[in-house]
């Protein structure tokens, strides 16, 4: 059984996130994607690489994902950003750490630099999709879809199988954090996986993330025949042994 805790940030917000206090100074976070949270397989993985290699971990789910407080209607990236700076303030403390970002969370991850530029020794994003909202989403929507959304507030986009309810809120704060414009010079390791049949986000978006960090030791892998979530149990060994790259 996986042991989750709360962590208040004020008198109606308290966000999940799940935790592996170790001696050693160095860290492992990972931030989830869109509208997933902790429950899946992929901070399971990651915890227990931590474990075995001694190293710290957190995982934090976003207000209003999973069990987190908050209606994700109401969140945005800026939200999201600031819920995951506060948790690795509180948890982390002055510890370094490596960040692992999926999907959105590679976003998220890259907000993070400004805030923790020294502590940050390593960044790897899966199926990353930073700025997704404008370059991908609102592309997609059709003349009429816009003007629900902005008419309306919301607009309940069905994918895959789910129901998203995308806010124009959502939308105007993704524009105001636009991030693959901004240098980020540090000698880190910096490794983007990407599946090559991804049909959400295009591989496209790892690239200009590498391309942000000048100084870093960069690697791209493109799975083969991989989608977006890119954790199959056969994928999951391979991605893992990705992190031996920063050690």
Sequence with gaps: ???FKY?????????RYLCNYYEKNLYIVFLHGFMSDLEGEKPKVFLKYAKKNKLGFLAIEYSGHGKSSGEFTKGNISKWTSDTKTVIKKI????N???IGSSMGSWISLNQFKYFKKQ??????IGSAPEF?????WKKFTKKMKMETKNKGVYNLKHGGYEYPITYQLIKDGRKNKILNKKIKLEIPVTMI???NDTTVPISLSRKVLKLFDNA???LLIIKNGDHSLFSKKLQKKIVRELDFFF
């Design 194 to 196: 990407h599946g090559s």
């Design 1 to 3: 059984m996986t042991n």
């Design 217 to 219: 030791k960069k690697k």
């Design 97 to 99: 750490f490596i960040l």
């Design 120 to 125: 940050i020794k390593g960044f790897l994003g």
């Design 92 to 95: 982390i403390k002055k510890n």
């Design 7 to 15: 962590y208040k940030i004020s008198k109606t917000k308290k966000i």
């Design 133 to 137: 909202l404008d370059r991908i989403m």
